[in-house]
């Protein structure tokens, strides 16, 4: 059972470059979710998917967008790479039907930006 | 806003002691309340949950306790072992349909 498959997981770009990070799910999850980690900052929502069709900015989305593909799958996209976006990123998921709140993390993906 | 304040790490402690990482949170209403833990390298894994006041989560020999009258979900462990070694996240929801929201983490680091 894979759960949440997160590619890349390491990536090294150029200021300006584009990009974009995917994920995927195989638990029928309804909701989709995209955060940030960095030093001292802890989690920081960037995006999150509710449903499949639906997307809600979290804290921190300027400089990203996302895509919900299907029920399984939810991109995140970086149009012009910037230093400040240097981070490890993770896809979450979870089935809010369930009403427990309990996510479901991905392995992560480490993006520098030079 | 909903927040969650968890102790500054980095805690370092000898095999065998008693582990307490305090998290005390702000929220409307009657949120959920979660530890996850990160070890080296991988994502985030759900180690314990409280759901209601009073309530007592607990796994892997950790525990915490929901206590609605000082906003505070305190990890606690009575022996860590160096497996034990990890980020450990507090985190609440408001609901079970709204996105968590992490506190900033505390490394905990266990010497043999």
């Known amino acids: 059972n894979a759960g949440v498959t997160q590619t890349p997981k390491f990536q090294v770009l150029k200021t300006g470059q584009s990009m974009t990070l995917q994920c995927a799910q195989d638990m029928n999850h309804n909701s989709m979710y995209w955060y940030r980690q960095d030093p001292g900052m802890g989690l920081r929502l960037i995006y999150y998917?509710?449903?499949?069709?639906?997307?809600d900015k979290g804290e921190v989305p300027n400089g990203y967008n996302v895509s919900r593909l299907n029920k399984r799958e939810f991109s995140l996209r970086l149009e012009s790479a910037a230093p400040s976006q240097t981070s490890v990123y993770f896809c979450?998921?979870?089935?809010?039907?369930?009403?427990?709140?309990?996510?479901?993390f991905g392995e992560g993906s480490r993006l520098t930006v030079l | 806003g909903d927040s969650v304040t968890q102790m500054e790490g980095p805690v370092t402690l000898s095999e065998e002691a008693f582990l307490t990482i305090n998290c005390t949170y702000t929220a409307t209403g009657y949120p959920s309340l979660f530890w996850y833990v990160q070890y080296p390298g991988e994502g985030l894994q759900l180690l314990l949950k409280?759901?209601?006041?009073?309530d007592k989560g607990s796994n892997k020999g950790f525990e915490a306790t929901y206590r609605k009258e000082t906003t505070s979900f305190h990890l606690e462990k009575g022996s860590v072992q160096v497996s034990d070694s990890a980020v450990y996240f507090c985190?609440?929801?408001?609901?079970?349909?709204?996105?968590?929201?992490f506190g900033k983490g505390t490394r905990l680091s266990v010497i043999a």
């Open positions: 998917s509710a449903s499949e069709g639906t997307t």
């Open positions: 985190a609440l929801t408001p609901s079970g349909n709204t996105p968590l929201v």
């Open positions: 409280a759901t209601k006041a009073d």
């Open positions: 979450a998921s979870s089935d809010t039907r369930k009403g427990t709140g309990e996510l479901f």
